[in-house]
């Protein structure tokens, strides 16, 4: 899966979100509620998300926002509590549905967007049929999808064939949490400030110590969130995967090495992480990554990531490659 035709030189954001205003109508069964229209306000449920709905919503206002960021180009895909993850057997309207829209507003974007769709998660068949109807579809470089899904993650059953699938059809995948509730971040926002990097340390997690990479040697996959906590825990996990028979039971080589075949955006909000995930993953593997237009959005991202020692140059070139962008037709 490709993106063929001009998209706007400079850095590419590979990490923000666009939903068709449609979306509420077409929520797959998210547990904190639909998202809704309140006054010109997004609403999640009962809870507001303190931007605009336009912010969010508005073709028009994303585009602006990519070209302010000073970016040169921009991958939309879904916000997290539309991926197909609570309600997956649900989904057969909403993915299509959501992905149908997501073509004409790229495509009206003049090269400054291209667009990350959704598939099924709990079942093969229609992933793979999603994945195939999408490839060829102008300015759709590849999916968006959850870390988790019914307490499972990529290392085994569905997810992981799922992964092995968009191999096969070679869309870009991102990796995204989605604000999973659970009663002791109930509080302080913590459903996102510690739910979301913990989803996604467990879908890095999952691929490394599994022998995801041994079969499916070099997907066109990325994490969010600078690989969320997996930078910092490399170290235990090599001690465990040196120590026990059930960590090395699956993988074949140690979890730094896999971790520096696995690719990642760049939102960490903290120029120390930043570094820390630097040092554990390839230089080609690291992207741009902004999370527009949410609260947790990394400000400035292409001047907090050329004031700490990461080249534009360099992070235009992986975003490209990650999204599959070949140039002009």
Request: overall charge negative; glycine content about 10%.
């Amino acid at each position: 899966m490709a993106v063929r035709g001009d998209v706007r030189a400079g850095v590419v954001d590979v990490h923000a979100h666009w939903p068709p205003r449609e979306l509420p109508s077409l929520r797959p069964g998210f547990p904190l509620g639909g998202m809704s229209d309140r006054d010109g306000e997004l609403y999640l449920g009962d809870r507001p998300l303190f931007f605009a709905s336009t912010a969010m919503t508005g073709i028009d206002v994303v585009i602006a926002d990519t070209v302010k960021a000073g970016l040169g180009a921009r991958a939309v895909s879904a916000p997290p509590f539309a991926l197909p993850a609570f309600a997956p057997s649900e989904a057969d309207d909403s993915v299509p549905a959501c992905d149908d829209r997501l073509e004409p507003a790229v495509s009206s974007s003049e090269g400054t967007l291209v667009g990350l769709g959704l598939v099924r998660v709990d079942d093969v068949a229609a992933a793979r049929r999603e994945m195939t109807r999408l490839t060829g579809t102008r300015g759709i470089a590849g999916v968006a999808v959850p870390p988790v899904v019914q307490g499972r993650s990529y290392g085994d059953g569905v997810l992981r064939e799922v992964l092995a699938a968009a191999v096969d059809a070679d869309p870009a995948v991102l990796v995204h949490p989605m604000l999973s509730p659970r009663p002791e971040w109930e509080d302080h926002y913590l459903v996102n400030l510690i739910g979301n990097p913990v989803e996604t340390t467990t879908a890095v997690a999952s691929v490394v110590l599994s022998g995801v990479l041994d079969e499916l040697p070099d997907p066109r996959v990325r994490f969010v969130h600078g690989g969320g906590c997996a930078p910092a825990l490399l170290g235990r996990w090599g001690h465990g995967w040196r120590s026990r028979e059930d960590v090395r039971h699956g993988a074949g080589r140690p979890p730094a090495e896999s971790f520096a075949r696995l690719s990642f955006d760049t939102v960490t909000h903290d120029p120390e992480v930043l570094r820390l995930l630097a040092a554990h993953a390839a230089p080609e593997r690291i992207v741009c990554g902004n999370d527009h237009p949410f609260d947790m959005a990394q400000p400035e991202p292409v001047r907090f990531l050329s004031d700490h020692g990461l080249d534009a140059g360099t992070l235009e070139a992986n975003g490209r490659a990650f999204l599959g962008i070949r140039g002009p037709d």
